[in-house]
Nanobody
Framework: QVQLVESGGGLVQPGASLRLSCAAS????????IGWFRQAPGKEREFQAA????????NYDDSVKGRFTISRVNAKNTVYLQMNNLKPEDTAVYYC??????????????????WGQGTQVTVSS
């Protein structure tokens, strides 16, 4: 079992950058695929990025490709989401999640077993 804690959210202007962190407060992330999802008011939770357990594979939603980068440092039990050139439409609560299912299932929120509490990202001028 693993408990996830996100941090790094905030209020920024369009074009700014933020780095979100997903840390394990209990357990280890080492054998888990980690995904980042976001949920805006009135919308469903959407896949943003995923990274395989060893960092060898990463995938992104088309809306963030080229702007967001997911990475992990297993020695620190932490996964990061670097977000550059933020836009107002990126405003949402961002969640990290962990799964041990086959990596090809990475976009499917239903396949993730553990979720953090979320961190708010607001992009506004």
């Amino acid at each position: 079992q693993v408990q996830l804690v996100e941090s790094g959210g905030g209020l920024v202007q369009p074009g700014a950058s933020l780095r979100l962190s997903c840390a394990a407060s209990e357990g280890t992330l080492r054998r888990y695929t980690i995904g980042w999802f976001r949920q805006a008011p009135g919308k469903e939770r959407e896949f943003q990025a995923a990274i395989s357990w060893n960092g060898g594979s990463t995938n992104y939603d088309d809306s963030v490709k080229g702007r967001f980068t997911i990475s992990r440092v297993n020695a620190k039990n932490t996964v990061y989401l670097q977000m550059n050139n933020l836009k107002p439409e990126d405003t949402a609560v961002y969640y990290c999640a962990a799964t041990r299912t086959v990596y090809s299932e990475y976009p499917n929120a239903l396949r993730y077993d553990y979720w953090g509490q979320g961190t708010q990202v607001t992009v506004s001028s």
